[in-house]
């Protein structure tokens, strides 16, 4: 599944982006632009903005009802059916491009000394070179994954 996601929904984005979805996300678009491309890319549009739905002819999209994080979240893995642990970070958060492992020899310099002397696993992005690991963020993230999920559970 492949989204575009006004600039409302910034945070979604990154969420989505952890999750694995190619998600396009740009800050200052058209309302035309964002639907010209949602129609050219075949992406879902998410957006707040009722004016913008209005607007859509055809196409998929979702009206994000909550103005809480957590909420959109919970609103598009379950509207969506998405699956939260297959493509997780295999993403670039920045750019959106699929991250690829390397070496930790190929980032020796170019990540703190800490974490490459505590760090076995690196990835990094094509696009814009930044370098991924699974620090003590990523914990964070698995635990408000399951919380979500069991928020849905409770629905």
Same mark, same amino acid.
């Given at each position: 599944?492949? $989204?575009? &996601? ?35 890319? !075949? ?10 739905? @209005? ?7 979702? #009206?994000?009802?909550?103005?809480? #994080?957590?909420?959109? #979240? ?14 997780? $970070? ?6 959106? !491009? ?6 930790? @020899? ?14 076995? @696993? $690196? ?13 003590? !963020? ?15 559970? @409770? &629905?």
């Amino acid at each position: 599944m492949r $989204f575009i &996601v006004d600039d409302m929904l910034g945070r979604l984005a990154k969420w989505l982006r952890i999750l694995g979805y190619d998600t396009c996300y740009c800050r200052r678009i058209s309302d035309a632009e964002l639907l010209r491309r949602a129609a050219a890319e !075949h992406r879902i549009i998410l957006t707040r903005d009722t004016r913008l739905i @209005e607007r859509i002819f055809s196409g998929n999209y979702l #009206l994000i009802k909550s103005e809480d #994080l957590r909420g959109q #979240l919970r609103q598009v893995l379950g509207e969506l059916n998405l699956d939260t642990r297959r493509y997780l $970070f295999s993403r670039c958060l920045v750019c959106n !491009h699929p991250i690829l492992p390397v070496e930790p @020899e190929e980032v020796r310099g170019r990540v703190p000394s800490y974490v490459f002397q505590t760090q076995t @696993e $690196f990835s990094t992005c094509p696009g814009c070179e930044r370098i991924y690991w699974k620090g003590t !963020h990523y914990e964070r993230i698995l635990e408000t994954l399951k919380q979500i999920e069991g928020d849905q559970d @409770e &629905v």
